[in-house]
């Protein structure tokens, strides 16, 4: 890593930081101002070292607060709940709490989500099995007390399931065949799903969500296989539960005749989402696609886990980014901004009608629900909602500006900038493939395309910003709300700059050779 980032022009080491600056020094030893649109990723919507959150953590250490008690009672996380649930009712409606379970990083969060879904799955399955097994058990019964029988329909029904069965055997052999099939059906792995360019971490478990082959492919051996759904193709995601339908088989007596029913096995575990892509390149999920998935979801009782990481914590002009896309999630997942640039901290919201209450028991981390941490967060999420949520109406109303400013520079530059888009302040600028420039340097950089540019920033207008990793094409902006005119203004003059060059193809100024 070091390697690659002295060649990019961005080993930087910065010793200072506050709002949307970050600071390094010159040769001189002389501190320079460098305008970060980074953001860590979008981990300082309130900017870095806010100064409200920088006081009262200081008071928090001064007061010795206890950071480590861990089994005991934690009244400040039960408060951030509280008021993640009013937040949620706010934005979304309907009164249903949900539960929180915290952890430390957003793939820690996706994976207790993930972890919550499969044990309800199990346990549907479980419940499932035992419903059935009765059923079974009561049909045996009814055709040794002579009050049922076999007939041509049972078979023809087993015929219709495509399951061989001789016409003519006993009940015997009809139960050891069903609860063969159903022994091995329950077998089936749980199918997840996500949506194409979907980022959800690089954990064992998150990276098989995680869309770019990149990461994923290697350690697809290590956990469940998610099934991934192109958005952009309505009728792909109907096609692929057809696809992984999985059915138990039950009986039962119905006017003296044994009959074959089927069920479906509850092999969906969950369909991830985030109501803005952030590492596929700044994609916001269109209302349509958010109903689709909705929809279909309900109708084979398959939660949604909605990824609010990165897009959440008001950086889209509300607190939860699919509050504007019309989609209600069973789980919500919340990180990054919610330690307000100091603190790591994560959680996981959860249905209450979905929540199992042994759930926490079977499910620990040392470090997660700290006192620091849940405190921190409740001050953050109290400087989000203050003033009536005029962080919200601040993340929209610069968002805008920039993304005026943005556009403007595309409408100028066709040949250069492909396309603007994005919400609020999460916002992508995606150049055209470079694979083809008639500059040969320019040709050898393609993949790296993104971290080329953002050294050409960096060096000449100490602008900090960097590609998605997923869409190295695309340039993300992840500022805070207190971002200034004056700021937009110099983002604005780089690009331009940098607009300027790549259409002259200015490989000397590009490179700094």
């Known amino acids: 890593m070091t390697g690659l980032l002295s060649s990019l022009g961005l080993a930087v080491e910065y010793v200072r930081a506050t709002g949307n600056t970050l600071y390094r020094r010159d040769e ?40 480590h008690a861990q089994f005991a009672s934690h009244p400040h996380a039960n408060d951030v709940a509280r008021k993640l649930n009013a937040i949620l009712q706010r ?55 002579g009050a049922a029988a076999l007939t041509d329909t049972t078979f023809e029904e ?52 995680t869309h770019n082959p990149s990461v994923r492919l290697p350690f697809q051996a290590l956990a469940g296989q998610c099934r991934f759904v192109p958005v952009d193709q309505p009728d792909a995601l109907a096609q692929i539960v057809k696809n992984e339908r999985r059915t138990l088989l039950g009986l039962a007596v119905a006017n003296g005749v044994v009959h074959v029913a089927e ?30 998935i909705q929809r279909t979801c309900a109708a084979i009782d398959c939660p949604v886990i909605i990824d609010e990481v990165q897009s959440g ?4 002009g509300a607190f939860f980014a699919s509050s504007s896309i019309g989609i209600r999630g069973d789980y919500y997942t919340l990180s990054k901004s919610l330690g307000g640039g100091i603190a790591k901290a994560s959680i996981a919201l959860i249905r209450g009608s979905r929540y199992r209450t042994d759930f926490e028991l079977m499910h620990s981390s040392t470090f997660a629900k700290d006192g620091f941490s849940t405190l921190i967060a409740g001050k ?35 040949d250069v900038v492909k396309e603007v888009r994005g919400k609020g302040l999460m916002i992508g600028m995606e150049f055209h493939d470079q694979s083809d420039a008639p500059s040969a340097a320019i040709r050898e950089q393609a993949s790296l395309f993104g971290y080329v540019a953002a050294g050409y ?11 998605t990793a997923s869409a190295v094409n695309t340039l993300r902006f992840e500022p805070s709300i207190h971002l200034t ?29």
């Open 28 to 67: 001189a030893g002389e501190e320079k101002a460098v305008l970060d649109m980074v953001g860590g990723y979008g981990s300082t919507i309130l900017g870095h070292n806010n100064p409200d959150v920088l006081g009262y953590a200081k008071s928090l250490l001064e007061a010795h607060v206890p950071v």
């Open 91 to 145: 934005e979304l409606g309907g009164a249903e709490p949900y539960f929180a379970v915290f952890a430390n990083t957003g793939a820690e969060a996706v994976e207790v989500a993930v972890k919550h879904a499969e044990l309800d799955r199990v346990k549907k399955v479980a419940a499932l099995r035992k419903e059935l097994e009765e059923g079974l058990e009561q049909a045996g019964s009814a055709v040794a007390d």
């Open 158 to 209: 087993l015929d219709a399931l495509g399951v061989p069965a001789a016409h003519g055997t006993g009940i015997d052999h009809l139960l050891d065949t069903v609860k063969r099939l159903n022994e091995e059906r329950v077998q089936t792995p749980p199918v997840l799903l996500a949506l194409q360019g979907s980022f959800h971490g690089k954990l064992i478990g998150s990276v098989q969500l």
């Open 263 to 292: 069920r479906d096995l509850p092999n969906f575990c969950a369909f991830l989402l985030e109501p803005i892509q952030g590492e596929a390149g700044i994609n916001v999920l269109d209302e349509e696609a958010a109903r689709r």
């Open 313 to 316: 914590m008001g950086r889209s």
């Open 380 to 414: 953050v999420i109290d400087l989000l909602e203050q003033n009536d949520g005029e962080a919200y109406r601040l993340a929209e109303e610069r968002g805008n500006r920039l993304l005026s400013e943005l556009r403007a520079i595309h409408a100028d530059f066709p």
């Open 457 to 467: 920033l960096l060096r000449t207008h100490s602008l900090r910003v960097f590609p």
């Open 485 to 513: 005119d004056a700021e937009i203004d110099q983002v604005a003059t780089a690009l331009r700059d940098l607009c300027t060059v790549l259409h002259t193809r200015d490989d000397s100024r590009l490179f700094g050779v």
